[in-house]
């Protein structure tokens, strides 16, 4: 079993990566990070606690560590643990500056760890039944592409994500999901558009973002709203041979705040209401959404760390997400299109 310390215990820790540490028999849970121990033991009562990551790093000898603190942490803390000889594996988004992002692939590279980034959006069940209509070519080209994670959050919360400062904002916490997305399908665009907003009243960072990846053939449009009520769109892709709307969420994610336990064999399944559509001219075919595969990253994980298999999601594959993020930040703030260079 691989020895995992958790560096963070807040909705991401506990929600995303726990259950999959603590449910699958490829991992064994060596401490927390958390300034929040009585929080840490009400979960895990037999669990080590550790006040700093340095701390947790000399007593806990980690052989992964799974870092969820907040966006502005990232860097510095994966660096930290690499340089202790821990495999990596990184909440979204993986730095917040592309050199960052890059210096810490180096550091993997000559310190001979595998480093990741939690990129599991990669398999929702959406995302892969996308990935096998572009692999059977029911498209004959994708020309369009709208994808969107659309919410109805009209208030402000008051917490490190919505509040000012270095990678708060909905951007940072969605717009990687979205980019990274995009980067698996089609790679790195020719140009950049965004517009990136704060709409709500008394908000202190961005909560709205529409970005237009332009690349030869195709127009690849993300976005996000916090005003969208009812039944939300989140892929609409179209080419001349026909078009796939599909609508709602990844189920996985609700079902691990419900607290549904990964092996429940309704893990990962979406309701047949929620099947998006396929359509021609005039008439359609309901597609059967593959079923989401969280539990696969991580197994994918365990077998990149231990045999050298692929990982699931390498940290070079998600620097070019970063470079988009960066790109389209200067789009925002110039009101222009930013050219990519080869």
């Known amino acids: 079993?691989?020895?995992?310390?958790?560096?963070?215990?807040?909705?991401?820790?506990?929600?995303?990566?726990?259950?999959?540490?603590?449910?699958?028999?490829?991992?064994?849970?060596c401490g927390v990070v958390s300034s929040r121990p009585d929080d840490v033991h009400k979960v895990l009562p037999d669990v080590a606690v550790y006040a700093t990551l340095e701390e947790a790093l000399e007593h806990a000898a980690p052989q992964l560590c799974v870092i969820t603190t907040p966006n502005h942490l990232h860097y510095a803390q994966a660096a930290q643990c690499l340089e202790s000889d821990s495999h990596v594996l990184v909440e979204k988004p993986?730095?917040?500056?592309?050199?960052?992002?890059e210096a810490l692939c180096g550091l993997a590279t000559s310190r001979n760890k595998t480093l990741h980034v939690y990129h599991n959006r990669r398999y929702d069940g959406d995302f892969l039944t996308l990935?096998?209509?572009?692999?059977?070519?029911?498209?004959?080209?994708?020309?369009?592409?709208?994808?969107?994670?659309?919410?109805?959050?009209?208030?402000?919360?008051?917490?490190?994500?919505?509040?000012?400062?270095?990678?708060?904002?909905?951007?940072?916490?969605?717009?990687?999901h979205l980019l990274d997305q995009c980067v698996q399908l089609f790679g790195l665009p020719e140009a950049v558009s965004a517009t990136i907003k704060t709409l709500r009243d008394n908000g202190q960072s961005d909560d709205f973002f529409e970005v237009n990846l332009h690349y030869p053939d195709t127009l690849v449009q993300v976005g996000s709203s916090p005003?969208?009520?009812?039944?939300?769109?989140?892929?609409?892709?179209?080419?001349?041979?026909?078009?796939?709307r599909k609508y709602g969420l990844d189920p996985q994610e609700q079902q691990l705040k419900n607290g549904m336990a990964i092996t429940d064999t309704q893990f990962g399944i979406e309701s047949d209401e929620s099947f998006g559509k396929f359509c021609f001219e005039t008439d359609g075919e309901v597609i059967p959404t593959l079923a989401g595969d969280y539990i696969g990253f991580y197994r994918q994980l365990a077998a990149s760390i231990g045999e050298g298999a692929p990982s699931p999601a390498s940290a070079p594959s998600v620097v070019p997400v970063i470079r988009l993020i960066e790109w389209a930040f200067e789009s925002a703030l110039n009101d222009a299109p930013v050219r990519i260079k080869d």
């Open 1 to 29: 079993m691989i020895s995992t310390l958790l560096v963070g215990f807040g909705f991401s820790a506990q929600t995303f990566h726990l259950p999959f540490i603590t449910g699958l028999d490829d991992y064994s849970l």
């Open 94 to 101: 993986f730095t917040l500056s592309a050199a960052d992002a």
């Open 131 to 176: 990935k096998a209509l572009v692999a059977q070519d029911r498209f004959g080209g994708i020309k369009r592409m709208v994808s969107r994670f659309d919410r109805f959050r009209p208030v402000p919360k008051n917490r490190w994500r919505e509040n000012a400062g270095p990678g708060a904002g909905i951007f940072w916490d969605l717009g990687p």
């Open 227 to 244: 005003y969208q009520g009812g039944e939300t769109l989140r892929f609409d892709v179209q080419g001349p041979a026909g078009s796939f």
